[in-house]
């Protein structure tokens, strides 16, 4: 019972510091309804290259740009888009933001905005841990493989909000393994011993 209870303690400890490093805060759009312009705002965790896109309501690829980790502010100038709807996604290493977005003559408005975070995945006391934050009802897919490259297992599941699980490696056999985490926006991989 000792050991449960310190292991319910080591393993909590743990997910309340990955908790602190590993929750990044989205990047924000703010509308400019005089200008028809919008201003993005980088949180200032972002050490890493963020990409805007714009795509158009066909899908196809319009306007994008790579913002260097310095650039914490930028104004976008949308006075040559036309009266339509826009995909406007804005990524990071850690959340992919995508923000459904209507242009009608000087207004722009957006519809519906989406959070994508980056899901944890690492090794604890012989287990494989995963945790993810969903704002939406997503599928992620993790999988098993062994140093010849062969999928050994491999679960789907869908859920939305946060959640932490975990999975024993007591039945598969000493050895090498990748473990692949897939999401919608992101592929997660560690390698692990047993």
Same mark, same amino acid.
């Given at each position: 019972?000792?050991?449960? +209870? &310190?292991?319910?303690?080591?393993?909590?400890?743990?997910?309340?510091?990955?908790?602190?490093?590993?929750?990044?805060?989205?990047?924000? %759009?703010?509308?400019?309804?005089?200008?028809?312009?919008?201003? &993005?705002?980088?949180?200032?965790?972002?050490?890493?290259?963020?990409?805007?896109?714009?795509?158009?309501?066909?899908?196809? #690829?319009?306007?994008?740009?790579?913002?260097?980790?310095?650039?914490?502010?930028?104004?976008?100038? &949308?006075?040559? #888009?036309?009266?339509?709807?826009?995909?406007?996604?804005?990524?990071?290493?850690?959340?992919?933001?995508?923000?459904?977005?209507?242009?009608?003559?000087?207004?722009?408005?957006?519809?519906?905005?989406?959070?994508?975070?980056?899901?944890?995945?690492?090794? %604890?006391?012989?287990?494989?841990?995963?945790?993810?934050?969903?704002?939406?009802?997503? /599928?992620?897919?993790?999988?098993?493989? /062994? /140093?010849?490259? %062969?999928?050994? *297992?491999?679960?789907?599941?869908?859920?939305?909000?946060? *959640?932490?699980?975990? *999975?024993? %490696? /007591?039945? +598969?056999?000493?050895?090498?393994?990748?473990?692949?985490?897939?999401?919608?926006? *992101?592929?997660?991989?560690?390698?692990?011993? #047993?």
């Amino acid at each position: 019972m000792k050991n449960v +209870l &310190l292991t319910t303690a080591l393993i909590l400890s743990y997910l309340i510091q990955l908790q602190a490093s590993h929750s990044p805060n989205p990047s924000k %759009l703010i509308i400019l309804q005089d200008e028809k312009s919008l201003i &993005l705002n980088s949180p200032t965790y972002t050490n890493g290259t963020e990409v805007l896109s714009i795509t158009d309501a066909n899908g196809a #690829l319009i306007f994008t740009d790579m913002i260097e980790s310095d650039k914490k502010r930028i104004k976008y100038n &949308l006075k040559a #888009l036309t009266n339509s709807t826009y995909t406007i996604s804005v990524v990071t290493e850690d959340v992919t933001n995508i923000y459904e977005t209507e242009i009608f003559n000087d207004k722009i408005e957006i519809l519906k905005s989406r959070a994508y975070y980056r899901p944890a995945i690492y090794k %604890l006391d012989g287990k494989v841990v995963l945790k993810a934050e969903l704002e939406n009802k997503e /599928d992620i897919l993790i999988s098993f493989y /062994d /140093d010849n490259n %062969l999928l050994v *297992f491999q679960q789907k599941i869908e859920k939305d909000h946060s *959640f932490v699980q975990s *999975f024993n %490696l /007591d039945q +598969l056999p000493k050895g090498d393994y990748e473990v692949l985490v897939t999401s919608e926006h *992101f592929v997660e991989k560690i390698n692990v011993t #047993l």
